[in-house]
Nanobody, 116 residues
Framework: QVQLVESGGGLVQPGGSLRLSCAAS????????ISWYRQAPGKERELVAR????????NYADSVKGRFIISRDNVKNMVYLQMNSLKPEDTAVYYC?????????WGQGTQVTVSS
């Protein structure tokens, strides 16, 4: 069974930083790309960042490019999202995603609130 568990969310002031973690299990982690999505109240879910299976390539939404960094550790089966220079617009529930054998799996989400 595929499991994804996010952690690291919380309340942070504008301009601050947070590091989100996603612990993966139940599949051959190193074979699959991993993505971070987010969803704010009343808004569509959006792709934030994606990392290839080896970690050799990454992609970011324009809104976070230059501020967020996605990374992974295939020994620990972990993926991270380092979020810097946070803005109130970054407030959302953040989800870890893996598409395994054409099926999308999601974690429970972790809340990030950026407010003064």
């Amino acid at each position: 069974q595929v499991q994804l568990v996010e952690s690291g969310g919380g309340l942070v002031q504008p301009g601050g930083s947070l590091r989100l973690s996603c612990a993966a299990s139940g599949f051959t982690f190193s074979w699959y790309a991993i993505s971070w999505y987010r969803q704010a109240p009343g808004k569509e879910r959006e792709l934030v960042a994606r990392i290839t299976n080896t970690g050799s390539n990454t992609n970011y939404a324009d809104s976070v490019k230059g501020r967020f960094i996605i990374s992974r550790d295939n020994v620990k089966n972990m993926v991270y999202l380092q979020m810097n220079s946070l803005k109130p617009e970054d407030t959302a529930v953040y989800y870890c995603n893996a598409k395994v054998l054409m099926v999308d799996y999601w974690g429970q989400g972790t809340q990030v609130t950026v407010s003064s």
